[in-house]
Every structure is written in structure tokens, then in C-alpha cells.
């Protein structure tokens, strides 16, 4: 397929890590990218730079404003011609151990995570789908975590926000099946970004990275890899899955 001649493909949170390397997996294979930025634009403008191929585009948003959610999927579609994928990957990931936190910044903490990583998440898909019915079908990609299902006692609100992401998903893949539409989740752990560079740097390292058997975290392409096959057609009839990201640091049945 030549470059610029895909599927139009929007990717929130485009602008670094886990983000960055799904829009430049998708480019790859000529498909159009939008990516989107919250708040650094200087920093989109590098990815999209970096990106091969032709059409891609930068879209911005604060994901916690339901308007400007609204606006930003719209302007994505008018500027690649449509919209075939919507990959949610933008989250948020603060701090708020509950025995060492204000009421108040408990509060803020979760009021941020849950609009972000859930309620934005949500906004994004409902205003992609029109755009995907028009478009014949297409993929929903949630980016949600091991935190689902291990917990995360430090960042609650972020488990419980990757938790609601993933049941949001399996919810709209009954909603969307008729219209060719899947919606799945990949759920990573630890991965090598600048999210985690603190915790990876710090102290505890090497404890982090010994929870998979191969001795290390993700590195940022494994994830775009699963997103990648999550949102091809010949992964269509995994509709609703999650498909875990991990390095075996956690096992579920």
C-alpha cells in the first residue's frame, strides 16, 4: 500500500511514548495520521516530522472539555478524509496514595483521571462513530493497563479509570458490531516511556522490571504492535478483547 493511500487513523495522546509510536506504526503502512496533542505542541510537531508518508495531520485538545473533544474528532476527519481507526491512548497517571492524601487533591486526582483516561476516552468514541459508519466500518483501540486488573494502590483512580475503560469498551463492541465497527483494549504494563522514566530510574527499577521473567519492561513499539492488529481487519472478530501487554508480570484467567 503506498504512503497516503491508507486508512485515516486519529491517535490522542500522539504526541509522545506509547502514542508516538502508534501513530508512526500506522504511518508505516501508509496510512494518515492525526495526531493529537493536549499540551505540548512542540513536541506533536516532532512526532509529526518524524512520521512517513503523506496527509498526516496535528488536531489539540484538553480531553477533560467535552467540546473540545467534540471539535477535535471533527476536525480529524475533515482533515484526512474521513476517520477508519481511533486509537484512545492519552491518559493521565497522578499520584494520590490514599493514606497520604488531602481530601482535596484526593479529589482533584480523581476528578482529572477519570475525565481524561475514562469520560474523554467515551466523548472520542461517540463522536468517531458517525464518522466510522460513514467510513463502512472500521476499529476502536483503547490503550487501558495492568493496573485494571492487579490494582494500583498508589494511583487509584487510574485503575479504576483503566477498569471502567475496558468494561466502556466490551459495552460498545455490542453497540457497534452491526456497523463493522470493533472496539478492544490493550493493556500494558510497565512500558519504557516518560510516564514511567521516574519510577523505571528510581529505587525501585529493577524491582519493576523483574516482575516479567524476561527481566525488562515494554518498549513502546510492542504496544503499537497489538494496537496495530487490534485495529486490522483481519482482527475484526476480536471484537471486545483485551489483549494483555505485560511481559507475563500478570496472568489472568
Known amino acids: 500500500m503506498a504512503a497516503g493511500e491508507g486508512r485515516a487513523v486519529l491517535v490522542t495522546g500522539g504526541s509522545r511514548g506509547i ?5 508512526r506504526a500506522f504511518a508505516e503502512r501508509g496510512d494518515r495520521v492525526a495526531v493529537h496533542w493536549g499540551s505540548s505542541r512542540e513536541r506533536a510537531e516532532r512526532v509529526l516530522a518524524e512520521l512517513p508518508g503523506e496527509g498526516h495531520v496535528l488536531v489539540q485538545a484538553d480531553l477533560a472539555d467535552a467540546g473540545a473533544v467534540a471539535g477535535m474528532v471533527d476536525e480529524a476527519a475533515a482533515a484526512l478524509g474521513g476517520l477508519d481507526v481511533l486509537v484512545n491512548n492519552a491518559g493521565v497517571f497522578t499520584a494520590h ?3 497520604e492524601t488531602s481530601y482535596a487533591d484526593w ?3 480523581w476528578s482529572q483521571t477519570l475525565a481524561v483516561n475514562l469520560v474523554g476516552a467515551a466523548n472520542a468514541t461517540f463522536r468517531a462513530v458517525p ?3 460513514a467510513a463502512g466500518g472500521g476499529a476502536v483501540v483503547n490503550v487501558s493497563s495492568r493496573g485494571a486488573f492487579r ?6 483512580a487510574y485503575g479504576a479509570s483503566k477498569a471502567g475503560l475496558n468494561a466502556f469498551a466490551q ?3 455490542l453497540a457497534l458490531a452491526p456497523h463493522g465497527i470493533s472496539v478492544t483494549c490493550v493493556a500494558p504494563g510497565f512500558v519504557q516511556t516518560e510516564m514511567a522514566r521516574e519510577v523505571l530510574d528510581g529505587p525501585g527499577g529493577d524491582a519493576v522490571r523483574a516482575q516479567s521473567p524476561f527481566g525488562r519492561v515494554a518498549v513502546p513499539e510492542e504496544v ?8 486490522s481487519p483481519e482482527a475484526r472478530f476480536s471484537n471486545g478483547t483485551v489483549v494483555d501487554v505485560n511481559g507475563a508480570s500478570y496472568l489472568r484467567t
Open 19 to 23: 502514542g508516538r509510536a502508534i501513530a
Open 97 to 99: 496514595p490514599p493514606l
Open 107 to 109: 479529589q482533584a486526582a
Open 131 to 133: 464518522h466510522l459508519i
Open 151 to 156: 490494582g494500583e494502590p498508589v494511583n487509584p
Open 171 to 173: 459495552s460498545m463492541a
Open 224 to 231: 503499537a504492535s497489538a494496537v496495530l492488529w487490534l485495529a
